[in-house]
């Protein structure tokens, strides 16, 4: 398998983007298939933190980074970010960065209806990032988007816009909002189109003649399965399919391009936003995993929620998403606990479940199961090897792979890029 898909396995922010920087020196091309910058995948290289999120994490080794027509893209939030990229050292430039001309775009107005819609839903408000994600899908499979390629043909847009502020102006005087201002909204995209256009062109043919040539492709996703709009916690999900088969779609490639499943699996839990949890931590435990693990929101800086490790969701995710092995991150964190708990199973109104139930209000009302473990004296942080790791952090880590069904294939022990163990090859297997 000569290309790698890498996908969140929890509710995001497993380490996508230390794991996918680790494996973008290997790869020829790294490629982001979904969500847009909502995500927020932070990469350390010694003195340098990089955080990017929409930039795919390939961009800081100058690997070929290319962003598929599965993004929703805010170009006003890629130019901030190409801008603070390019202050911190790092080459962009239309060799080493290309954008599809498909992707559709996210506008001022996706990010007023996000924003309006949280406001208005008070405490049963999802907790999104407030980027305008989810209303830019909908008009994107609504037929109402403005995309890349529109860019270039401006004065062409009239029809277009019409349906779009149609459905817009309607919403958003549900809201008591003024419509939609055409001519500043026209002025601002015939501001920013030569920037975007630029990195422009059909990304299908040019990752169909790499792969076509041997090229090793790394497919960098968002978000993390349990966020997925079908497989997630529904309602509390993001707007885009998060689960493997998407980079695909995302990408203009076919299913047998995209090889080994990497699932990106944290050593506990957390999740920011609203929705359920079944693991959460609201007591001291959970304080001291968010204060170890620095769990704050990249994207929001929102405290991260924190709960021990849930072998049931990470099983359910590693099945849908054919994950072929995991890279269990953060295992540092839990240096130090005398005790160490794993969910096994839940309890919902006296029945034992192996699974995690659809509907939202059985989803809520789930009792974890534990099993618990001896912690581990002495450190995982910074190891680089196997034999560095406790004999009780291995007897967690195989306990993890026997509960998930999956096998594990690298191990992260600190933000730091080279702080990485490797059990299987996920390049070469
Ligand atoms: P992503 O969205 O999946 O890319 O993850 P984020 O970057 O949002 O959050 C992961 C955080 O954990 C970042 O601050 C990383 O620098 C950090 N991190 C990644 N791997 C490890 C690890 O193995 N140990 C520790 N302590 N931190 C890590
Ligand atoms: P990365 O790629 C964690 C969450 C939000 C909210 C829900 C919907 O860094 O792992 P949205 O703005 O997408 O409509 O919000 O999804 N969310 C994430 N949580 N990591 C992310 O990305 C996330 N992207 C969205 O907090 O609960
Ligand atoms: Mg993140």
Redesign the pocket.
């Known amino acids: 398998m000569a290309s790698v898909t890498v996908i969140?396995a929890q509710w995001?922010?497993?380490?996508?983007?230390?794991?996918?920087d680790w494996l973008a020196s290997r790869a020829d091309a790294v490629v982001r298939f979904q969500g847009g910058h909502n995500?927020?995948?932070?990469?350390?290289v010694g003195e340098q933190?990089y955080?990017?999120s929409l930039l795919p994490?390939g961009i800081v080794t100058g690997t070929l980074s290319i962003i598929g027509n599965g993004v929703v893209l805010d170009p006003w939030a890629l130019k901030a970010e190409f801008d603070k990229l390019t202050g911190q050292g790092v080459t962009i430039n239309a060799d080493n960065f290309a954008i599809a001309d498909n992707c559709p775009l996210i506008l001022p107005l996706h990010r007023d209806l996000d924003g309006l819609r949280e406001q208005a839903a008070g405490s049963g408000k999802i907790g999104t990032t407030g980027r305008g994600i989810g209303p830019a899908y909908e008009d994107k499979v609504g037929r109402r988007a403005i995309r890349v390629c529109d860019l270039a043909h401006l004065d062409a847009l009239d029809s277009q816009l019409d349906r779009l502020c149609a459905h817009h102006d309607a919403l958003r005087a549900g809201f008591g909002q003024p419509p939609v201002d055409r001519a500043a909204l026209l002025a601002d995209l015939a501001e920013i189109a030569p920037f975007v256009l630029q990195f422009a062109q059909p990304v299908w043919k040019r990752l169909n003649k790499v792969r076509k040539a041997g090229a090793r492709i790394l497919f960098e996703g968002?978000?993390?399965v349990l966020l997925d709009v079908d497989h997630g916690t529904y309602p509390f999900v993001t707007s885009s399919n998060t689960v493997s088969g998407t980079a695909a779609s995302g990408s203009g490639l076919g299913p047998n391009a995209t090889g080994f499943v990497l699932g990106?699996v944290?050593?506990y839990t957390t999740r920011v936003g609203s929705g359920p949890f079944p693991t959460e931590l609201e007591d001291e435990t959970g304080q001291r995993l968010g204060e170890?693990?620095?769990?704050f929101?990249?994207?929001t800086g929102r405290k991260r929620r924190c709960g021990w490790f849930d072998a049931v969701l990470v099983r359910q995710s590693c099945a849908i998403s054919g994950v072929t092995g995991i890279a269990l991150?953060?295992?540092?964190?839990l240096d130090g606990f005398d005790k160490v708990k794993i969910c096994t199973g839940y309890r919902l109104r006296g029945k034992v479940l192996d699974y995690f139930p659809s509907h939202a209000a059985d989803q809520a009302a789930v009792e974890p199961i534990y099993e618990e473990m001896d912690g581990w004296q002495g450190t995982t942080?910074g190891a680089r090897s196997w034999a560095d790791l406790p004999a009780q952090a291995i007897k967690y880590i195989q306990r993890v792979q026997e509960l998930i069904e999956t096998p594990v294939a690298l191990?992260?022990?600190?933000?730091?890029r080279e702080?990485?163990i490797l059990v299987r090859d996920p390049f070469v297997d």
């Open positions: 969140g995001g922010d497993e380490g996508k983007g230390k794991i996918v995500a927020g995948h932070t990469l350390v933190v955080k990017l994490s968002a978000q993390g990106i944290k050593a170890r693990g620095h769990e929101g990249t994207v991150t953060k295992l540092d964190v942080a191990v992260s022990t600190s933000p730091e702080d990485t």
